[in-house]
């Protein structure tokens, strides 16, 4: 299926699901962090050269810190999140989705050298429309994967209503649809709820605006509210 | 059992789990511990098993999707690492680090013969032809190069006199850290860039001793080097190792998958750049603060960089032998 979704085989014995983040949305999060790289080294080197030798000798220590280490220390020790990719909702994990540590970190920043070649990171676009996960080569060789901290919930509550056994045989099948229909009433449009429900009109039996009422009442009784 | 009440029996135990979850997420801890820590797998096991349950049954999406943020959040609690770092440590430098280097001694040597046989062969040509500098070095780099080690400049090794111990020391941090994690990243391109880091930098280097040598001051650029070259150069030479490594991981990865041999390949290396890391710090500190000692008599100079040599040869042979690694191999 064309999605974004992996999915974990758990020693449990149960499939979890995670969402992975696409390029664009590394990309901006890459962005905001180089900002933030560039706007601390900036600031360093604003006071820095008044020292000197010394101040000098401080600022190239300072620069080689903040260019190498900043992905490392926010990605193993701040829950895979650098500030780039918390504004995006985004954080790094091993595959087997269990939280980066430093090896991983490492090895994984230490590669965006290779990603970043020829320009602009091509090799890394490259290697994360490669391959199922989105990883680009530092990923590839660390065994991680970047996804969304709280995958899209397309469901909301199911509106109250009295509950009355469907008419028809439903199957699990049709169970389900109906079920995730009364979720997303709240999330899309009136008219097209309405628009929706029509549909049914023939098979329900009824007029075209009793259908919403008719699948709310089939959806409260099928999820057991009665 | 219809999803209402699957629900309601087991909403109180979701919502246990959940505070314990947040409590043993955050490392302020202000409240009372929601269970005891060895309750936890055992309610984590029942909160998958209801997830299992949710999704044969086909219950709603927005059940299944709040049991399974709580099986993710629960299952990267479970199984992640907690490290002691002190310990860690000393069991890396003196086990970890020089038998990993032992167990890829072949991919070694070969990273020190692309590094130190162009060396060489260069410091030889150099020396008997000096216009051969000009064809891996522009006339600004050479007429520096002359200028830090000839007999007119106050302090070795040092472009401006004026600059200073620390200014240096955080130079070399920065340039030559820099171009090991660059050797070894380049290992990724199937070796061939490692390859070529080893040996641009082995015939660079040999062209500029090979020059000073030609020049008449081979006793400071000799006495200037020697302390910290043990150092640096077998560096340079593991993280070349280590590019290598990843290189050859893909080239040929034996019986398992590719992927799967990039990844183990990555993980050995990754022991091998840190060692290489804490060395080219070492190096970076003697290169700063010793070697650029003006001596009467150099012979101090050259015994502690032989014994240097001499130590490290002695430290990556035999260190950690026979004992077991962090990881128990």
């Not at chain 2, 310990?87 to 692309?114: H, T």
């Not at chain 2, 410091?123 to 007429?143: G, T």
């Not at chain 2, 990754?270 to 290489?276: K, P, W």
Request: charged share 15%; net charge neutral.
């Amino acid at each position: 299926m064309l999605d974004n979704i992996k999915t974990i085989q758990t020693p449990e014995g149960v499939t979890l699901h995670l969402s992975l983040a696409g390029p664009v949305t590394r990309f901006i999060a890459w962005s905001i962090d180089f900002g933030i790289k560039i706007g601390i080294l900036f600031s360093f080197a604003m006071f820095l050269p008044l020292f000197g030798g010394f101040g000098q000798g401080v600022l190239a220590i300072i620069f080689f810190i903040v260019w190498e280490f900043y992905g490392i220390y926010y990605e193993a020790r701040r829950g895979g999140m650098t500030p780039g990719k918390k504004a995006m909702g985004i954080k790094v994990v091993y595959d087997n989705g269990t939280p980066v540590d430093l090896s991983g970190a490492f090895a994984r920043n230490l590669l965006r050298a290779v990603d970043m070649l020829p320009f602009c990171y091509s090799f890394g676009l490259i290697a994360m429309l490669s391959n199922k996960s989105y990883k680009r080569l530092g990923d590839l060789a660390a065994g991680t994967i970047v996804v969304y901290c709280q995958s899209a919930n397309v469901a909301g509550q199911i509106p109250v209503m009295a509950a009355h056994a469907p008419a028809l045989l439903l199957t699990p099948d049709e169970q389900c649809a109906v079920v995730d229909f009364a979720e997303r009433t709240s999330l899309l449009s009136q008219e097209r709820v309405f628009e929706i429900a029509a549909v049914l009109a023939p098979v329900l039996k009824v007029e075209e605006q009793q259908c919403v009422p008719q699948l709310l009442g089939y959806a409260n009784w099928i999820v057991g509210k009665r | 059992m219809s999803q209402e009440t699957f629900i309601q029996t087991h909403n109180d135990l979701w919502n246990l789990l959940n505070e314990q979850i947040r409590f043993l997420a955050t490392k302020k801890r202000n409240t009372p511990e929601p269970m005891r820590l060895d309750e936890f797998p055992y309610l984590f096991r029942q909160a998958c098993h209801h997830l299992a349950l949710a999704k044969d049954r086909h219950y709603s999406s927005q059940l299944i999707h709040r049991l399974n943020e709580l099986a993710l959040q629960g299952h990267a609690i479970l199984y992640r690492k907690r490290i002691l770092w002190p310990q860690r440590f000393l069991v890396f430098v003196f086990i970890d680090f020089p038998s990993k280097l032992r167990e890829n001694s072949g991919m070694f040597f070969l990273a020190a013969a692309l590094l130190f046989v162009p060396m060489g062969i260069m410091l030889y040509a150099v020396n008997a032809s000096p216009d051969l500098v000009y064809s891996v070095l522009d006339e600004s780099q050479v007429r520096d190069f002359d200028a830090m080690y000839s007999k007119e400049s106050k302090s070795l090794g040092r472009i401006r006199d004026s600059a200073s111990d620390f200014q240096m020391f955080g130079h070399y941090i920065y340039n030559n850290i820099s171009i090991a994690f660059r050797v070894f990243a380049a290992g990724m391109l199937l070796g061939v860039g490692s390859m070529f880091f080893l040996v641009l930098n082995g015939v660079v280097m040999g062209a500029v001793v090979g020059f000073v040598i030609y020049s008449g001051n081979q006793e400071r650029i000799l006495s200037f080097v020697v302390g910290h070259s043990a150092f640096e150069l077998l560096a340079i030479a593991i993280s070349g190792c280590a590019g290598l490594m990843l290189g050859w991981s893909i080239i040929n990865p034996g019986s398992v998958s590719r992927i799967d041999a990039l990844k183990s390949a990555a993980n050995n290396a990754m022991t091998l750049v840190y060692g290489v890391f804490v060395m080219l710090l070492i190096a970076a500190f003697i290169e700063a603060f010793w070697s650029s000692i003006s001596m009467q008599d150099n012979t101090i100079k050259y015994i502690v960089g032989g014994s240097l040599w001499l130590i490290l040869a002695l430290y990556f042979s035999f260190s950690g032998r026979g004992y077991r690694g962090y990881h128990g191999h």
